[in-house]
């Protein structure tokens, strides 16, 4: 058990910095659906670019993960119906609940306990997913 107390006090600091730079707001998120502000997009866009940047750190130098291990990126095939049905239900979720998953427990956390419901249907929703997975176009 205390080896996992660095992760969750990552966690803590990880909600921390999102709840200082407003992007689990849900005006913030609403703005972004809007077009009206670029707050978010400069978020998600700084993201992605770091996420690139990293990526193709572990692959030109081979980095090991903090147990030693060889980080494995396998390419996956692409098939696009599953990322526009994917990413479209994902957004419509994102929309109606104004949150995505991380920001999810950052608001409960903040006090806003309504998130539950929330968190309890997201949970449905991916056990939905494994019980239908094998029948699913992938």
Known sequence: MGK???FFGLGILFGI???KAEVISWYRIYEMFRFQSFHMYGVIGSAVLIGIIIIQLIK???IKSFSGHTIMIVP???VWKRYIIGGT???LGWALTGAC???MFILVGNGFLMMLAV???AAAGTFTYGLLKNK???
């Open 136 to 138: 699913l176009p992938h």
């Open 101 to 103: 998953p991380g920001p």
């Open 119 to 121: 968190i309890v249907s």
């Open 17 to 19: 910095v999102l709840t």
């Open 76 to 78: 996956k095939e692409r």
């Open 89 to 91: 239900i994902f957004g």
């Open 4 to 6: 996992y107390i660095k």
């Open 60 to 62: 030109r130098f081979n």
